[in-house]
Structure formats: C-alpha cells, structure tokens
C-alpha cells in the first residue's frame, strides 16, 4: 500500500535553533513531494515542492526540504525557527504512476516554537 | 486574491438526511480534487476532475457519496442517506494542470452531523 509517514505528532524547538521536521513515503515510480502548512482556522497552504532536479529545494518562509531517493524520505528543514512558525505540516506525495492524481497525505506533525 | 472557496463553512444536519457542499476553484485552474480531513489525520483524497471528467475515485467513497463538475468550473459533493461518521471538514482544492502541480486548498466545510 502507498503510503506517507511522518513518524513525530509534535516537533518542540526555541526560537533561533534550526527545525527538522521528518517524512518519509512509501509509493510507486518517481514520485512528486509537497510540503503544506496549517494554521489554525485557516486553510492547508503550499510551502515547497520536489518535482525532479537539485534534490534541495527552497520555499516560501525560509523553509528548504531535501529530496533523499535512497532513504525515500523529503525532510522539512529550516535554519532559525521563529514563533510564527509553529503550526501544523503535512507532507504529501503525488505517486509517480501514470493514471493516477491522487496525492497521499501524512498524518501531520505540530511544530511548537518556543520563545 | 480569488482563492478556492466553498460554501457552507460549516453544516450541521441529522443523520439520515442528504447534504451538498459547493466548491468554487481558482478560474483558470481546470483540476479540481475533494478530500476529507478528521481530527488529527491528513487530508484523505476523495475524488479529482480534470475539467468536467472524473477522473478518479477513492475506493473510500461510497455510493452514497457523489461528485460533479457540471461544466469544468465550480463542482459540487453531495453525501446522501448522512451517518455520524461523516462527520468531517471536507477540503476543496485546485491546481494547474500545465504545473507546477501544487494544489490551492478552499477553507473547507465543517460537516457535523448529529
């Protein structure tokens, strides 16, 4: 089964220490990898994407993820957490399969930045 | 800004009864996907258009789920016959298909059905 799994509900940093925030997925052929952020009463919000090419990638906010093939993970990364940052992130794939437009969400991991 | 919006925000309905929900994606955005998000899960694909074609449909909706996109524009999902568990926020979202393959979420609909 496809899958995406982002293995922590809650991520807790301080305010200026860099943040990871972990996914890794499970599907068929070359996937597409997205990063969206919630917050709260608003709706999910595009950060970054993996498409082909560079396997860093770079999004809105000063937050980057990298693309590992061999791992088949796509971890969000970000250098100096701010308190505005803290909110809810889903990693999405969009399997690399021809025929198919689904795109498989992970559960969500709450980032908590502290001041 | 024209975003994706859906109507109602919220709706709240007695079991048994039916419910639509519209969707109006950005204009020239001809794809157009529903999800169901609960309680601390992601958002769950239902069903995608490519202009006013289904395309696909997750083996998790049931016949008394469906789905139209009338004339590639704004699209629609009616639950009939409502059960207690679905009870939900049903997202809208749209992108491009000439890429770059993010979606554009809605604010979704919160369904609570009592």
């Known amino acids: 089964a496809q899958s995406v799994a982002q293995p922590e509900d809650q991520v807790n940093v301080a305010e200026g220490n860099p943040l990871t925030v972990k996914c890794t997925y499970s599907?068929?052929?070359?996937?597409?990898l997205f990063w969206y952020v919630q917050y709260p009463n608003r709706g999910l919000q595009f950060l970054l994407k993996?498409?082909?090419?560079?396997?860093l990638v770079k999004g809105s906010y000063g937050f980057e993820a990298e693309f590992n093939k061999s791992q088949t993970s796509f971890h969000l990364k970000k250098p100096s957490a701010l308190v505005s940052d803290s909110a809810l992130y889903f990693c999405?794939?969009?399997?690399?399969?021809?025929?198919?437009?689904?795109?498989?969400f992970g559960t969500g991991t709450r980032l908590k930045v502290l001041a | 800004d024209t975003g994706v919006s859906q109507d109602p925000r919220h709706k709240i309905t007695k079991r048994g009864q039916n419910v639509t929900f519209r969707c109006d994606p950005i204009?020239?955005?001809?794809?157009l996907y529903w999800y169901r998000q609960t309680l601390g899960q992601g958002p769950e694909f239902l069903t995608y258009f490519q202009n006013e074609a289904q395309l696909e449909k997750s083996r998790l909706l049931s016949d008394r789920f469906s789905a139209e996109r009338p004339k590639g524009s704004f699209s629609t999902l009616e639950i009939q016959r409502t059960e207690q568990g679905d009870s939900a926020m049903y997202l809208c979202?749209?992108?491009?298909?000439?890429?770059?393959?993010?979606?554009?979420f809605g604010p979704g609909t919160r369904l609570t059905v009592t």
């Open positions: 999405a794939v969009r399997p690399g399969v021809s025929g198919t437009y689904k795109y498989i």
């Open positions: 979202a749209s992108s491009s298909s000439r890429g770059p393959y993010e979606q554009y």
């Open positions: 599907v068929s052929g070359n996937p597409y």
């Open positions: 204009s020239e955005h001809n794809r």
């Open positions: 993996y498409i082909t090419g560079d396997n």
